[in-house]
């Protein structure tokens, strides 16, 4: 008798060379007659294929040939198969950053190996915020934003039900809906570069990733205090000039 058991990561996660190392010795702990193959896709959406953990480790991942996603199984056999990726979603910029499939042979392993991996899982989880923040994509942005539109056009209450769009006026709305849509959608390749879902923490990638947080950091005090001013105009016009 043998169990087929997957599950999924959904949060935002730092894999970094501490939790990689357990990984590994939790897979040889249950499996200590099985290879263990770790390969990679990079940036470049070429691939390689490490041939221990410390080649993995020691591997500079930087620029074009940094690391995107990393699978951790078994080879050939279908024992394991731990997969580091951004799984593609609709209206998210990803629904799922690790995917998990191992096969045992008794229900009490099942259950020990899943909730040590999990255990594993919830130490390399980003902030719940990030989580939230690295999920928005411009499929979910852009909704919302012709959702405004659609009642700003037609439930608007000066705007009479039965009026008539000229020609001008309509060229004027769909020029103002693709413009929308091109900024959106380059605000949603900056973003999804401020907030990766899965940073592996090695090599070159750290700097980067730390200098990313700078800019994300300055961005977010950039924003707080251009609501603040915002806020104190707006009061001292009211209040103060009448």
């Not at 849509?181 to 899965?198: D, E, K, Q, V, Y």
Request: hydrophobic share 45%; aromatic share 12%.
């Amino acid at each position: 008798m043998k169990f087929n058991i997957a599950f999924e990561e959904k949060c935002a996660i730092a894999l970094h060379e501490k939790m990689i190392s357990k990984i590994i010795v939790l897979l040889n702990q249950y499996y200590p007659n099985v290879n263990t193959s770790i390969s990679a896709t990079l940036n470049n959406k070429n691939s390689v294929q490490f041939n221990d953990l410390k080649e993995l480790l020691t591997y500079d991942n930087s620029g074009d040939y940094r690391i995107e996603t990393l699978n951790i199984d078994s080879g050939c056999k279908n024992n394991f198969s731990i997969k580091f990726k951004s799984s593609m979603s609709i209206f998210l910029a990803y629904s799922s950053t690790v995917s998990v499939s191992f096969c045992m042979e008794t229900k009490d392993d099942c259950v020990t190996f899943k909730a040590r991996l999990k255990e594993i899982f919830r130490e390399i989880r980003l902030p719940f915020y990030y989580t939230i923040l690295s999920k928005i994509s411009s499929a979910s942005t852009f909704l919302p934003a012709m959702a405004l539109c659609w009642l700003y056009l037609y439930i608007q209450p000066n705007v009479a039900k039965n009026s008539s769009i000229s020609l001008p006026t309509f060229t004027l709305i769909i020029l103002i809906i693709i413009s929308a849509i091109a900024f959106i959608s380059g605000i949603g390749r900056i973003w999804s570069t401020l907030f990766l879902p899965i940073h592996f923490l090695w090599g070159d990638e750290v700097i980067r990733l730390e200098k990313i947080a700078k800019i994300r950091s300055n961005v977010f005090w950039v924003v707080i205090i251009g609501i603040i001013v915002g806020i104190v105009a707006a009061i001292f016009s009211r209040y103060i000039i009448g």
